[in-house]
């Protein structure tokens, strides 16, 4: 089992373990504190989905820091069973788990709400990141203004984004590009 931290909120500091999976890739530290640091305020109440959740990390540290509920979807049993126990853990009533694949549940799924905020970290080799914006947009996940946070091993500029998507916020840390996106009406 590996580890790693909660960066800030009401659980600052607490130890979370996920397993040890081939392409599994927690964000790093620095790259979850610059984006919550981009989303402070915005995160307290948002209605968040989190895609992809592989360690659970950026769901735990939404919940942490108030996001008033998290969607968390992960595919992989060993890695859902690890977020749940991590929920439990830290006794994060407000995020919901869902075991199941994240395209399948843009496609099909029924948000209870539309979301603020969603968090898309897909695995870098299998080339998911622009699928998951379309579905996102065209299939009404989205609140008006809603923010999109997208990690890739390519620069974010080389996919192809919904046209009402600007890329507000972007950096490279190692190996790794992430950036936000800001939503508007089309």
């Not at 069973?81 to 991590?86: L, S, V």
């Not at 994240?102 to 603020?116: I, M």
């Not at 299939?139 to 890329?167: F, G, M, R, V």
């Amino acid at each position: 089992m590996n580890q790693l931290r909660i960066i800030a909120g009401k659980w600052r500091g607490r130890k979370i373990s996920f397993m040890d999976q081939e392409g599994l890739r927690p964000s790093p530290d620095r790259v979850r504190e610059a984006l919550f640091n981009w989303l402070q305020n915005e995160i307290v109440g948002a209605q968040c989905l989190d895609l992809f959740a592989g360690s659970g990390a950026l769901s735990l540290e939404a919940a942490s820091r108030g996001a008033g509920h998290v969607t968390c979807i992960e595919l992989n049993a060993e890695s859902a069973a690890c977020i749940k126990e991590n929920i439990a853990l830290i006794q994060a009533n407000q995020i919901t788990l869902l075991q199941q694949d994240a395209l399948n549940y843009l496609k099909t799924g029924k948000a209870e709400s539309n979301y603020d905020l969603v968090l898309l970290d897909p695995p870098f080799n299998e080339n998911l990141l622009e699928e998951s914006c379309e579905l996102l947009e065209s299939n009404s996940w989205l609140t008006a203004s809603a923010l999109i946070y997208l990690e890739s091993d390519q620069a974010l500029e080389k996919y192809e984004l919904p046209s009402n998507w600007t890329l507000i916020k972007d950096k490279k840390a190692g190996q790794v590009y992430y950036g936000l996106c800001q939503r508007s009406e089309l």
